[in-house]
């Protein structure tokens, strides 16, 4: 971490993740009040041990800084940002994809989890999929919330744990869910309300729970021989922006078969088709931080959302299509302490064990339809009582 001065970044928080502390500084109260509203159940409480390993970030807003101008800091990088709209989404996702990518005594994948009677149940899906939205449809059914974003497995006790960072909703989703009464006075954070689980249905929040049933959601109008990990992959990655220097030193890269800039969300998107996505994607990023080139996002799949208009649908699928589902939702990446430092790099090791880990769940995919159908269909599976 670069040092700064106090009074550079006087304000901060605390918080722990599992096996890895995090230091947050601002040089705005208003950004660490955020973050104590988002990660409340995070927050180190005085009494942990502060000989883990530790990572520190810096979100300075304005420009009397080293660097004069709105600028991020991760650990040990740098993130200059010539866009100042870009700070908000920066402070959201990147230091949480910072803080992922160091955690070891867990997989981190991304997911909803709830619970009921200690067994617990991973909803896995690509976005615009209703995750979240079944999600607390089965909290307001009864089931305990572990998550709406993250499945926490434990690699020593086998469970899902907890990753209660506060939920990110739009007010329909609330309505839709039997909660609009929970949208008032709650803090809005990049065009969603910033909430609590025990602001959205008090006494909901769960315990680390055996890993029962993997649920993987599905759009009925995909086509069936879809495979985004083919000999040839496609992604999306989401940059600040595009110039021809940037463009040529992609196509340069050597499984690189195709690339194109599109407009995405308002920022230019590098669209890509490559063999090896993996290495090729850790390639693009060293380019784009050479050319000071902001990685926004990366998007695996395509952002195709479902109509929700066909009946919802269960299927029975096999483990290691399940395990296959959850190591493409893997957080952290080809950056990932977890993949790099303890299973060498091999993501067959990683595999391995996370398929040893999900081995007794029961694996199905869920055809998205009408919320009430999906949620009926999960509580049948799970043998929790259909309202």
């Known amino acids: 971490m670069i040092s700064l001065p106090t009074t550079t970044a006087p304000h901060q928080i605390r918080l722990h993740f599992f096996d890895l502390d995090a230091l947050i500084r601002s040089d705005s109260s208003a950004y660490i009040h955020l973050f104590s509203k988002m990660y409340r159940r995070f927050r180190a409480d005085g009494t ?7 990572v520190e970030f810096a979100v300075l807003t304005g420009s ?19 866009d100042p709209r870009l700070l908000k989404a920066y402070a959201y996702d990147g230091i949480l994809n910072a803080i992922v990518a160091e955690v070891r005594s867990h997989f981190l ?4 989890v709830v619970s009921y009677g200690g067994r617990g149940v991973i909803l896995a899906a690509d976005s615009g999929h209703g995750k979240t939205t079944l999600v607390l449809e089965l909290i307001r059914r009864g089931f305990k919330f572990l998550s709406d ?7 020593t006790d086998g469970c899902v744990h907890p990753f209660p960072r506060s939920l990110r909703v739009r007010p329909g989703t609330l309505e839709l869910t039997g909660f609009a009464e929970a949208a008032s006075g709650a803090p809005e954070w990049l065009g969603k309300l910033l909430l609590d689980i025990d602001e959205i249905q008090p006494g909901s929040p769960g315990e680390p729970a055996e890993i029962s ?5 599905q759009d009925p109008d995909a086509p069936a021989n879809q495979n985004p990990d083919g000999p040839e992959r496609q992604m999306g990655v989401l940059v600040d922006r595009v110039d021809e ?3 040529a030193a992609v196509r340069r890269i050597e499984d690189v078969t195709e690339v194109h800039p599109d407009v995405e969300r308002g920022y230019p998107t590098l669209r890509v088709r490559a063999a090896h996505r993996m290495s090729v994607l850790a390639e693009i990023e060293t380019i784009c931080q050479g050319q000071q080139v902001l990685v926004l996002d990366v998007i695996k799949r395509p952002e195709t959302q479902p109509a929700f208009d066909q009946p ?3 299927e029975a699928i096999s483990k290691s299509r399940a395990v296959m589902e959850l190591l493409r939702r893997f957080q952290g990446g080809h950056k990932s302490a977890l993949l790099q430092e303890e299973f060498g790099g091999s993501s067959s090791r990683l595999f391995l064990e996370l398929a040893a880990l999900v081995g007794r769940a ?9 919320l009430h159908e999906m949620a009926d269909l999960v509580c049948g599976l799970v043998n929790y009582p259909v309202v």
Do not use: K, Y
Not at 48 to 54: I, V
Not at 149 to 155: N, S, T, V
């Open 48 to 54: 942990t041990p502060l000989n883990r390993p530790q």
């Open 64 to 82: 009397d800084n080293p660097w004069g101008q709105p600028t991020m800091l991760l650990d040990r990088d740098v993130r200059p940002l010539r």
């Open 109 to 112: 994948i991304h997911a909803g």
């Open 149 to 155: 974003e993250m499945a926490a497995l434990g690699r």
């Open 213 to 217: 049933h993997i649920i993987i959601l």
């Open 245 to 247: 220097a940037l463009l």
């Open 312 to 314: 919802a649908r269960l």
């Open 362 to 370: 029961d694996c199905h995919q869920l055809f998205v339809g009408p």
